[in-house]
Structures are given as C-alpha cells and as structure tokens.
C-alpha cells in the first residue's frame, strides 16, 4: 500500500437490489447523477456506476443509457468515473463491456472468475414485487453462471487497455486473485492495480475477519506492492468488512450497489450517508480519505480529461 490514505469508491446503484427491495435505489439518470454528486461531495473519490431502464429499472448496459448522466457527473465533480463491465449477470461480456468501451472512462470493473450469483435468497424478504422482472431477476439466479471466463476477461481487457482505462479488478474469492496473478505474469495487467476484494456475495467467499485475512495475506504474497488493496462487503456486512479493512491499512467500497442498509434494519436514504459513515469510520481511526488526484496517483489513472464523455 502506497499511501496511507484511504480511496472510498461509492457504487451508486448497480444490477443487484430491485425497486421494491428500497424507495432509495437510484434509477432514472436524473437520480444516478445527483446522487452519484453527493457521494462525491461526501467524500468519494471513485464513483462505480451502472444504468437502469428508468420505467422498469431494470438493468440497462446500453451506451445510451449511461451518455444520460456521464456528462453531468463528470461536469459536476473531479471523482474518477468506474464502469461497470459486470452489467448483470445475465448478459454476455460484449453487451457488458460496450459502455466502457466507448466511452473510456478512467477506471471499469473487470470481474476475475466465473461464479454462482446467488440472489434467490432474497426472495424470502419479500412478498410482493412491483414489476414481474423483480422475481425472475432473483429466481433465475438459483440456476445462474456469472461468467467470466479466460477469454471473457481477455476480451474486456483487450478492449478497454488501448483507451488508458484502468481496472477494478473484482474479486470474490482467492482463486480469482489467482486469476489475476495469471493474467499480471502474462504482462497484460501492469501495476499499481485496484484489487476489490469482494466479501459475502453468494457464490463468493464469506465475510468472516479470517475470510477477509486470508484474501488480504493472499493478495499480499501474489502482488507484494503492486496492488493497491480495497474491500467490498455485500448487504449487512459492508461496514463490518469496511471497517477491518480500514484497520489493516486498505481501501474502502459503499453504495447503495452492494448494500441497500445504514444500519440494522435501517435502510440507507442516499449513498451519500453510506460514504459518510464509512468515512467515520477511517477517520475515526486516524486514517484520512484520498482526494480524486490522490487516488489517481495511487491508480496511476489517467485523468478525468482524457475519457469519451
Ligand atoms: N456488484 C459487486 C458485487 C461489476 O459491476 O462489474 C461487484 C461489481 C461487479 O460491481
Ligand atoms: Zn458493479
């Protein structure tokens, strides 16, 4: 870790949670980019972000969807834009990678395995849904592939390299970090990298201290210093996770993407109470969080200039 200071990437709404699970989803443009704002002004340095059908608020991966808030976000602060080329774990990695490829942002994510998305379980919580896609969303992921093959990842990386677009590299588990050691002794990966180490998503590693050790000392003794170390912990555990990390000197994930909560039981009203606690968090452990330019230093991004939007 080069720097003491803590990157806190907010991912504002994602292809996880559905409308009915909270009214604060974020998903027409005009709520993605305002709240994407506030994430800023709250202190995110990173800002991860999806699109949604503003009527159904489905997920959408269509370039179009995203050009409706990418220019506001980028007009209105100096925080890294992050696609996603994850989309939903029902499209294929052509229809995922197409907004990172036209527009090059500074950073996309770069999913490191192919997995089980288990989201079916969040069927039990809810009885009732607004729109019919809600529940199959959720069922289908009983018998769901988020793939992510060899060649998936070469093709993302093939594709988005060329622009000067740095990666997420998300990871659910250690054989993904295992991936990613593969691709890095290729030299198609060059440091420093972002590895998000992904906690508590069904199909991926728990969110136990040990689980959140092991992937740390794993990642330390794959990539020493080259890799710069982030965590995200799905649903209730995000702040738990965030806050062992914040403790063992990495960097820190929110947003309404990966948790819909502020508390227990207590949903979250905007990503920007979610950036500020967690910025509680750091600071209260005498860490400060990294400013835009100081996590492009970390990252060795390349500005938020040189981006197609
Ligand atoms: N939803 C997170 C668990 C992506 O967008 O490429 C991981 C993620 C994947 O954000
Ligand atoms: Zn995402």
Request: proline letters at 5%; aromatic letters at 8%.
């Amino acid at each position: 870790m080069a720097s003491n200071k803590v990157i806190i990437t907010c991912a504002i709404t994602g292809a996880i949670h559905t409308p009915t699970m909270t009214p604060h989803l974020p998903i027409t443009a005009d709520q993605i980019a305002s709240e994407a704002i506030a994430a800023a002004e709250a202190g995110a340095a990173i800002l991860h972000l999806h699109a949604r059908n503003p009527e159904t608020g489905q997920p959408d991966q269509s370039p179009e969807a995203f050009a409706a808030f990418l220019p506001r976000i980028k007009q209105a602060t100096n925080a890294a834009i992050n696609l996603t080329t994850g989309g939903s774990p029902y499209m294929t990695v052509a229809e995922r990678a197409r907004p990172a490829m036209q527009f090059q942002p500074e950073v996309a994510s770069l999913n490191m395995g192919s997995m089980n998305f288990g989201l079916f379980p969040l069927l039990n919580k809810y009885k009732e849904f607004q729109h019919k896609w809600e529940r199959e969303h959720l069922e289908g992921s009983r018998d769901l592939v988020f793939r992510n093959s060899f060649k998936d990842i070469e093709y993302v990386l093939e594709a988005c390299y060329g622009n000067g677009t740095r990666f997420e590299f998300e990871c659910y588990d250690t054989s993904h970090l295992y991936n990613l050691a593969h691709f890095v002794d290729r030299g198609l990966i060059k440091p420093p990298f972002l590895v998000q180490s992904v906690f508590g998503i069904l199909g991926g590693i728990g969110t136990h201290p040990e689980d959140v050790a092991h992937m740390r000392r794993t990642a330390d003794r794959l990539f020493g210093d080259a890799y710069e170390w982030s965590v995200l912990g799905a649903g209730a555990a995000q702040f738990r996770v965030a806050a062992m990390a914040a403790a063992m000197g990495g960097h820190v994930r929110v947003g309404l993407e990966d948790s819909i909560w502020i508390g227990r039981g207590q949903l979250a009203e905007s990503n920007a109470d979610q950036v500020r606690k967690v910025r509680q968090i750091v600071e209260g452990l005498g860490r400060e969080i990294a400013t835009p330019d100081e996590a492009r230093a970390m990252l060795a991004l390349k500005g938020g200039d040189k981006v197609a939007f």
